[in-house]
């Protein structure tokens, strides 16, 4: 179990990243959350004022920063040229700004070579959009979890509102349709689902129901390979 690399992939909203951390958490594992290392790039790409077009300085920022995730009771810290900023990139503004960072060639090479570095020994549970496909392709078990536009956009909504954010419901939908067509349709590692990915649909299903399902999935491949 300690070596164990389980990735979760799946587009925003569809219940992942609490999943993930729940996971972890009951199996003892690191939970990454990849996606908080582009947010935490855009973050401070916006605090400079710097181009979101611009990919060379994107990229000359990525090569210049430090980020690390360490383990938190609620999941896991991001600590950004050795500050705390889990809470401050989670706005609104981040999130649009992460979706064009992350397309930059230059910011996926260095965030996945942090990445896997952070995942060589195993013991990880990792979420995100290209997990299973590209950083850990060759993971011991992969889930991509889905969601209908809907359900998806009212999680969303959630969690802007714990952040004291209040976006209406039609611009939350339109933001995740935009960034859905961005990631699927992009050249550099698109959201799909991994080659040998167990897929669950949450629209239905509790938090508590989906961590069930995936912690089934581990224990079914499990015994499969014993």
Do not use: W
Not at 23 to 31: E, F, H, I, N, P
Not at 62 to 73: E, G, K, L, R, S
Not at 194 to 208: C, F, Q, R, V, Y
């Amino acid at each position: 179990m300690k070596n164990l690399v389980i990735t979760i992939d799946g587009p925003a909203g569809s219940g992942k990243s609490t999943t993930a951390k729940l996971v972890a958490k009951r199996l003892g594992l690191l939970y990454l959350d990849t996606g908080a290392m582009y947010r935490a790039i855009a973050l401070k790409a916006l605090m400079k004022g710097i181009d979101l077009e611009d990919e060379r300085s994107l990229e000359n920022l990525a090569n210049d920063t430090q980020i690390d995730v360490i383990p938190d009771p609620d999941g896991c810290r991001v600590i950004m040229d050795g500050e705390d900023v889990s809470e401050r990139i989670r706005t609104h503004e981040v999130s649009q700004a992460s979706s064009k960072v992350s397309a930059v060639r230059g910011v996926r090479r260095r965030l996945i070579e942090i990445q896997r570095r952070i995942g060589a020994a195993g013991g990880i549970v990792a979420e995100g959009r290209d997990i299973g496909s590209v950083v850990f392709p060759d993971a011991d078990i992969k889930i991509y979890l889905d969601a209908d536009i809907e359900t998806r956009t009212l999680r969303r909504m959630k969690d802007m509102e714990r952040s004291g954010e209040q976006i209406p419901f039609e611009k939350v939908k339109e933001d995740i349709q935009r960034r859905d067509k961005q990631d699927s349709s992009r050249q550099l590692s698109p959201l799909i689902v991994p080659e040998g990915a167990k897929i669950i649909d949450t629209s239905n299903l509790s938090i508590e129901e989906q961590v069930e399902k995936v912690l089934d999935e581990v224990r079914r491949r499990l015994e499969k390979n014993n």
